[in-house]
Every structure is written in structure tokens, then in C-alpha cells.
T-cell receptor, first 114, second 115 residues
Framework: DVKVTQSSRYLVKRTGEKVFLECVQD?????MFWYRQDPGLGLRLIYF???????EKGDIPEGYSVSREKKERFSLILESASTNQTSMYLC?????????????FGPGTRLTVL | GNSVTQMEGPVTLSEEAFLTINCTYT??????LFWYVQYPGEGLQLLLK?????DKGSNKGFEATYRKETTSFHLEKGSVQVSDSAVYFC??????????????FGSGTRLSIRP
């Protein structure tokens, strides 16, 4: 079974702090994704990566950066956390396949910025 | 651009009731369509998918048919159980997207089943 793990289930940080969210997958997937989930807005893509050291902006990259130094690990970085970044953050991974490929999700990190 | 619209929740039903959650999409080309489910405290997991017109995806008693003429992918189940209480997301992936398989998600529909 594919397993996607995230470093924390719950995190509380203060405004201005630098925040690292870590994601690890164990199935050798090329693609990895970071989303945020907010009520009424569904999932919005922040960044994704289709290979080591490769990254592309998603729909809402402002205020975030990412790092992918190893294939299995994809980190989301909030350089200076703000209260509007309080949200649920979901990591996912997938193996590229023409049409119908499935994304596997981690359990999420609920981040609160005070 | 690509988008997914699904019915707003919450939806509350009694056990053994019939369920429909509507989903329509806008996309160029021939997208793949998905339903994901998120149980309380968990991440999303794929429930079912369909990759071409008239395909029917099914899993755990849920079904959805890819209707290109109405650009719809409605989720149905004949008899829901309390354990089906979750948030359901309709999603699409444009088959023409060549790099990382980016998926567009709907806003989610929360389903609650009363015993």
C-alpha cells in the first residue's frame, strides 16, 4: 500500500515564524503536491513537483515555497507565517500515467497561525 | 479554464436512503473524472474514477457515469450507511496535461447519515 506521511497532524505557530511542513511517500512516485483545504473552497493547489529539484507553482503559491531534494520528500515552507495561512495542508503523490492516475494523500496538517 | 461544480452541502440523510451528489464540469478535451472521499480526521482517498465518455466508475456501492453530453459525473448510492458519512470531492484531470498530473477539485459536499 502507498503511504504518504506528514510530519505533524497539528501545528501552532506565531505570526512571522518560519514554518516547515514535511511530506514523505514510500512508493517511489515522481509527482508530489501540496494543497490547502479551506471550508467552502475545496482543495487549492499551492505547488507541485514532478521530479527531484523540479517545482512548479500551483494556483496559490504566494507566501509559500517548496523544496524537493530527494524523490520521497517534499517540503512546504512558509517563510513568514501569517494568520491567513491558518488552514489544513494536504500532501499528495502520484505516479505519472496517461489519464486516470490517482493521487494518494497524507492525513493532513492542521496549521494555526496566531 | 477547467473547473468543477458540485452541489453544496451539508447533505443529511437517513440510513438506507438513496444518495445523489451532483457534479458538473467544464474542461477542454477529454478529461478523466474522479470522486474522492475524506473520512473524518483523514486525508482524501480515491473512491472511483472514469476516464472516457459513458464509462461507469463504481466502488463500495457508489457509482458515477461519465456523461459528456451533459458534462456531468453525478455520484449515486442506492442505500447509504452511517459509515458513509464523509466529505465527497468531485475532481477532473485534463488528459491533455502532459506534465505532473494536476487535478482540479470541487469544493466538496459534506454527507451526514442518521442511524
Amino acid at each position: 500500500d502507498v503511504k504518504v506521511t506528514q510530519s505533524s497532524r497539528y501545528l501552532v505557530k506565531r505570526t512571522g515564524e518560519k514554518v516547515f511542513l514535511e511530506c514523505v511517500q514510500d512508493m517511489d512516485h515522481e509527482n508530489m503536491f501540496w494543497y490547502r483545504q479551506d471550508p467552502g473552497l475545496g482543495l487549492r493547489l499551492i505547488y507541485f513537483s514532478y521530479d527531484v529539484k523540479m517545482k512548479e507553482k500551483g494556483d496559490i503559491p504566494e507566501g509559500y515555497s517548496v523544496s524537493r531534494e530527494k524523490k520521497e520528500r517534499f517540503s512546504l515552507i512558509l517563510e513568514s507565517a501569517s494568520t491567513n495561512q491558518t488552514s489544513m495542508y494536504l500532501c499528495a503523490s502520484s505516479f505519472p500515467r496517461v489519464g486516470g492516475d490517482e493521487q494518494f494523500f497524507g492525513p493532513g496538517t492542521r496549521l494555526t497561525v496566531l | 479554464g477547467n473547473s468543477v461544480t458540485q452541489m453544496e452541502g451539508p447533505v443529511t440523510l437517513s440510513e438506507e436512503a438513496f444518495l445523489t451528489i451532483n457534479c458538473t464540469y467544464t474542461a477542454t478535451g477529454y478529461p478523466s473524472l474522479f470522486w474522492y472521499v475524506q473520512y473524518p480526521g483523514e486525508g482524501l482517498q480515491l473512491l472511483l474514477k472514469a476516464t472516457k465518455a459513458d464509462d461507469k466508475g463504481s466502488n463500495k456501492g457508489f457509482e458515477a457515469t461519465y456523461r459528456k453530453e451533459t458534462t456531468s459525473f453525478h455520484l449515486e448510492k442506492g442505500s447509504v450507511q452511517v459509515s458513509d458519512s464523509a466529505v465527497y470531492f468531485c475532481a477532473l484531470r485534463n488528459a491533455g496535461y502532459s506534465s505532473a498530473s494536476k487535478i482540479i477539485f470541487g469544493s466538496g459536499t459534506r454527507l451526514s447519515i442518521r442511524p
